[in-house]
Nanobody, 123 residues
Framework: EVYLVESGGDLVQPGGSLTLSCAASGFAFNNSLMRWVRQAPGKGLEWVAGISRGGDSTYYADSVKGRFTISRENAKNTLYLQLNNLKTEDTAMYFC????????????????WGQGTQVTVSA
């Protein structure tokens, strides 16, 4: 059975930092393109970042470029997202997903999805 389990979400003040993790099992993580997607309250899904199978290529939405860093550790079947200089508009549920690195096909029928971890940025 496939599992993607996100963790690390929290309440943080503007300007703060968090590291999100996504533990994968039940599929060939090291052979999978991966991405982070988020959903703010009352809004649709938004692509955040993507990473190639080996981790050598990364891609970011303009809204997070320079502040967020996606990485992976294939030996541990784990995907990460480092969030720095957080803004209130980063408040959202963050999901890790398999199958693509870009912002296309943002539906739960595309690849595997975790249940999400909540990031709240507030003073």
């Amino acid at each position: 059975e496939v599992y993607l389990v996100e963790s690390g979400g929290d309440l943080v003040q503007p300007g703060g930092s968090l590291t999100l993790s996504c533990a994968a099992s039940g599929f060939a993580f090291n052979n999978s393109l991966m991405r982070w997607v988020r959903q703010a309250p009352g809004k649709g899904l938004e692509w955040v970042a993507g990473i190639s199978r080996g981790g050598d290529s990364t891609y970011y939405a303009d809204s997070v470029k320079g502040r967020f860093t996606i990485s992976r550790e294939n030996a541990k079947n784990t995907l990460y997202l480092q969030l720095n200089n957080l803004k209130t508009e980063d408040t959202a549920m963050y999901f890790c997903c398999s199958g693509r690195t870009d912002g296309y096909y943002l539906t739960r029928s595309q690849g595997y999805w975790g249940q999400g971890t909540q990031v709240t940025v507030s003073a």
